[in-house]
């Protein structure tokens, strides 16, 4: 009798035992882990020349997303429209191209690229792996060539532009660092002089704002304000991290072309 007490006992201790395993904090925990963060993945990214051109035109752009540990990553969400965002800059921000590359599988994006010359270039890349966070992943390339010479980065003294037959005017009252401010843009037809009220969703937004420190270093997340109709306003929200000397590069839509307005300011 006291071996089956014994045995009884022992079951009811195994049950217990299973029931509390199975809770549900254990499977947070692992979902936890198994988040791909920022930090864990890598960029590798491979440039590779059209042989045929004598320029640097035609250069193909070859981008390789990974875990660092060798893992793979093989799908992505899409975010504005698109799996994947290159912005290409050259080091004296005289270049700005904004553009999506083709998803060729196993983590892997290319395009080809026309760069007016040889050097130095910033690639920023936005990419969200499915299960992951949102993440950035900067690299400086470099691109064979003849390199051009560099355009200073100057502030300029009016914050009007035009593109494209538009005139864009930016206003960002007052400029500070460490504070979020709003960028407005104003947008009226060059030849008449009149708002534009036109402007078509651009990646899902009134617009796309890319900005960047001096040094190409550091890129500024910018963020559209919802519900924004079709110009001549559009609104934005960022934040200058210290003062220095930033380019902004404003992109809309219009009769299904995009035109891109930039700015050089200097944030005190
Ligand atoms: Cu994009």
């Known amino acids: 009798m006291s071996k089956r007490i014994l045995f009884l006992l022992l079951l009811t201790m195994l049950l217990s035992a299973c029931g509390s395993n199975s809770s549900w904090e254990d499977e947070a925990v692992s979902e936890v882990s198994d988040r791909i963060l920022a930090d864990d993945v890598e960029a590798v990214w491979t440039l590779e020349r059209n042989q045929a051109s004598a320029a640097a035109a035609g250069t193909m752009i070859r981008l390789e997303i990974k875990k660092k540990d060798g893992g793979p990553i093989d799908a992505f969400d899409i975010n504005h429209e698109k799996l994947l965002h290159l912005i290409v800059v050259s080091k004296d921000l005289s ?3 904004h553009i999506h590359p083709e998803y060729k599988g196993n983590g892997v994006f290319e395009i080809v690229n026309d760069f007016p010359a040889g050097g130095e270039y910033r690639m920023i890349a936005d990419f969200t792996p499915t299960g992951g966070d949102p993440m950035t992943k900067m ?17 300029d003294e009016t914050l009007e532009k035009t593109a494209d037959g538009n005139r864009v ?7 500070a660092s460490k504070k979020e401010l709003t960028l407005k843009f104003t947008i009226a037809d060059e030849k008449t002089g009149k708002p534009v009220t036109d402007l ?4 899902g937004a009134i617009g796309h704002v890319v900005i960047l420190t001096e040094d190409g270093e550091r890129y500024l997340h910018v963020h559209a304000d919802e519900g924004q109709g079709t110009g001549p306003e559009a ?9 220095g000397i930033y380019k902004i590069w404003g992109q809309f839509q219009r009769e299904n072309k995009v035109f891109t307005a930039s700015y050089v300011v200097r944030v005190p």
Do not use: C, H, M
């Open 235 to 243: 609104v934005f929200e960022t934040a200058f991290p210290k003062s």
């Open 95 to 97: 270049y700005f191209n």
């Open 200 to 203: 078509e969703p651009y990646l």
């Open 169 to 175: 005017k930016l206003a960002i009252d007052p400029l």
């Open 139 to 155: 690299a400086w390339v470099r691109v064979e060539g003849e390199q051009a010479k560099p355009v200073p980065v100057v502030p």
